[in-house]
T-cell receptor, first 113, second 115 residues
Framework: AQTVTQSQPEMSVQEAETVTLSCTYD???????LFWYKQPPSRQMILVIR??????QNATENRFSVNFQKAAKSFSLKISDSQLGDAAMYFC??????????FGTGTRLKVLA | GAVVSQHPSWVICKSGTSVKIECRSL??????MFWYRQFPKQSLMLMAT?????????EQGVEKDKFLINHASLTLSTLTVTSAHPEDSSFYIC???????????FGPGTRLTVT
């Protein structure tokens, strides 16, 4: 069985500062992908960043980057220069070869002006 | 690119009636489409996986006779909630996976209210 754990139900960050959202997972697969999705109040799921498990280099997308520790099964998301528009629910997900996502429970991010 | 539409965005129906939700990938072909249900302040719960031209695979605990899924083409999947009851009221989200990709692209969701 595969599991994804997001231990922070809610986080707050001051505008322009940096915040890190944690995610740990468990899988017996050797080949899989990891994702972070953002769900704003509109409830549209938006892909933030993806990481291929066989790649050691951490993925980055503009202000978003991940710290992928495969041995520790950890996949945290760092948001730099936080903006008000970053406020949302953030879901971590793993996709093994079946392509079915296993989602974490989500972290609500509040951005303080 | 990679846009998924969902229609309707919200629907109200009476108990005992059926309602159909459409999910379309607008600018890519989707080998696989997924249907999720999301309760307020909770994560997404996978209901079923559908591949074009074959029967959907339902997750444990999901009634396949109640939630009928049809994946008629590489760009269209439909979810029909049959004989809807108030407990079926929820937010339903579809997603589509392109042919050579691991990531899923999500539709904007459909809010179903059964009265």
């Amino acid at each position: 069985a595969q599991t994804v754990t997001q231990s922070q139900p809610e986080m707050s960050v001051q505008e322009a500062e940096t915040v890190t959202l944690s995610c740990t997972y468990d899988t017996s697969e050797s080949d899989y992908y990891l994702f972070w999705y953002k769900q704003p109040p509109s409830r549209q799921m938006i892909l933030v960043i993806r990481q291929e498990a066989y790649k050691q280099q951490n993925a980055t997308e503009n202000r978003f980057s991940v710290n992928f520790q495969k041995a520790a099964k950890s996949f945290s998301l760092k948001i730099s220069d936080s903006q008000l528009g970053d406020a949302a629910m953030y879901f971590c997900a793993i996709a093994p070869r079946t392509y079915k996502y296993i989602f974490g429970t989500g972290t609500r991010l509040k951005v303080l002006a | 690119g990679a846009v998924v539409s969902q229609h309707p965005s919200w629907v109200i129906c009476k108990s005992g009636t059926s309602v159909k939700i459409e999910c379309r990938s607008l600018d890519f072909q989707a080998t696989t489409m997924f249907w999720y249900r999301q309760f307020p302040k909770q994560s997404l719960m996978l209901m079923a996986t559908s591949n074009e031209g074959s029967k959907a695979t339902y997750e444990q605990g999901v009634e396949k006779d109640k939630f009928l899924i049809n994946h008629a083409s590489l760009t269209l999947s439909t979810l029909t909630v049959t004989s809807a009851h108030p407990e079926d009221s929820s937010f339903y989200i579809c997603s589509a996976r392109p042919l050579i990709a691991y990531e899923q692209y999500f539709g904007p969701g459909t809010r179903l209210t059964v009265t």
